[in-house]
């Protein structure tokens, strides 16, 4: 079963505009880590955020995470056509060895 | 480095057959796991192994199991075939496989089940 739910599902843009995906997710965790994943092929690991940061940059890439409400949110800054892709979170937990998944946001850039 | 390989990349099968499939991890790193991406249920984890031991296991039916070898690279099993199994099988490798370590992911293996 999947941890959390991403919202939105999709997201339609023009090239230059910011993207911001929103993750929830149930249970505790010890980080939350974004991928990205281009059609039909693997996962790109983005930014990991763990438990204790509130913020985390990485480029273009800006990551925050409140723990209080179980939530995350991705934005992307200044985005290009090659954002074009799906967005996932995961969760890890202290157990380690395995991440959880969100259901992921289908983000497309238009040129 | 070479990335994350996973063999075959397509496949089509029958219901009620076997399959097979591979992954080659990164150079040096010992845990390889596996998930399953469908359109309807998203991406599930279905085993983690290390040093050739499964340390955890999703919820998934004994029909999928899994091993590692001592080179570190893994396989993943699925028996009698349900249309059902139809997914990409990502495979994923990182150094320890322990808390906070990134997952370097194959590029798949697409299962058609007919």
């Known amino acids: 079963s999947q941890q959390g739910e991403e919202d939105p599902q999709a997201l339609s843009i023009q090239e230059g505009e910011n993207a911001t995906m929103n993750c929830s997710y149930k249970?505790?965790?010890?980080?939350l880590q974004w991928y990205r994943q281009n059609s039909g092929r693997g996962l790109v690991h983005l930014i990991l955020?763990?438990?204790?940061?509130r913020e985390k940059h990485s480029g273009r890439l800006r990551v925050t995470l409140d723990t209080s409400k179980k939530s995350s949110s991705l934005l992307i800054t200044a985005s290009r056509a090659a954002d074009t892709a799906s967005y996932f979170c995961a969760t890890e937990s202290n157990a380690g060895n395995m991440l959880t998944f969100g259901g992921g946001t289908r983000l497309m850039v238009k040129p | 480095k070479a990335g994350v390989t996973q063999t075959p990349r397509y496949l089509i099968k029958t219901r009620g057959q076997q399959v097979t499939l591979s992954c080659s991890p990164i150079?040096?790193?010992?845990?390889v796991s596996w998930y399953q991406q469908t359109p309807g249920q998203g991406l599930q984890f279905l085993f983690e192994?290390?040093?050739?031991?499964?340390?955890n296991k999703g919820n998934f039916p004994g029909r999928f199991s899994g091993r590692q070898f001592s080179n570190s690279r893994s396989e993943m099993n699925v028996s009698t075939l349900e249309l059902g199994d139809s997914a990409l099988y990502l495979c994923a490798s990182s150094l320890t496989g322990g808390v906070g370590g990134e997952l370097f992911f194959g590029e798949g293996s697409r299962l058609t089940v007919l």
């Open positions: 955020i763990r438990s204790n940061e």
């Open positions: 150079s040096g790193h010992r845990s």
């Open positions: 249970t505790s965790i010890n980080n």
């Open positions: 192994y290390f040093s050739e031991t499964q340390r």
